[in-house]
Structure formats: C-alpha cells, structure tokens
C-alpha cells in the first residue's frame, strides 16, 4: 500500500505556470510507472502523463509541449510542471501509482487546477 498526496493545484490566469507535486509514503522506484489524471466536471478522468521506473514518459496530445513530468526517487515525489495553462485544463488533478504483477493503482486525493481570467 502507498499513500499519495497532491499539492501545487490552485487558481491562475491563462499563460500562467504551475507545478504540481505528488508525495509518495513509499519508494516510488518499487512502482512500473507514476503518473497524474484529470477530471474536468462533466467529463471522464484522461490521463495526463506518465512516467515509467526507466523514465519513459507519454503525454496526452493536448499537453505535450507545455506539461513536463519528472520524479525524484530519493523524494519519493512526482512532479508536473503546467506551462501556458489554458481554460481547457480545468480540472482536479490526481497522482497515480502503478504497478504489474498484480496489476494495481493506487491514487491520491486529487488537487483542484482553475485556469480563468
């Protein structure tokens, strides 16, 4: 079991940066892969970014070039940088943890994202 905790989410402008952060309660490195979701109101959870434990990431298409995600395993932290935020980006952001064999994901509490001007 692991617990995951989101913060870093609050309300900005369009253009604007934020970076929001995923603390992990055990070594993120014994995960296949960390990654954040969203979910606007209304719609399904996406899946935003990944990245795995060999540091391969994928990016859904409408952030690629604007979202980065990064880990730092002796922080057991998780990290998304959110460049040019848009309206559209509106959402409440969640922390996954991955793992194969059994196959399990394990989710954090979510931290809400407001991009209005």
């Known amino acids: 079991q692991v617990q995951l905790v989101e913060s870093g989410g609050g309300l900005v402008q369009p253009g604007e940066s934020l970076r929001l952060s995923c603390a992990a309660s055990a070594g993120i490195s014994s995960f296949y892969a960390m990654g954040w979701y969203r979910q606007a109101p209304g719609k399904q959870r996406e899946l935003v970014a990944t990245?795995?434990?060999?540091?391969?990431?994928n990016y859904a298409d409408s952030v690629k070039g604007r979202f980065t995600i990064s880990r730092d395993n002796a922080k057991n932290t998780v990290y998304l940088q959110m460049n040019s935020l848009k309206p559209e980006d509106t959402a409440v952001y969640y922390c996954?943890?991955?793992?194969?064999?059994?196959?399990?994901?394990?989710w954090g509490q979510g931290t809400q994202v407001t991009v209005s001007s």
């Open positions: 996954n943890a991955r793992k194969l064999a059994p196959l399990s994901d394990y």
């Open positions: 990245i795995t434990t060999t540091s391969v990431t």
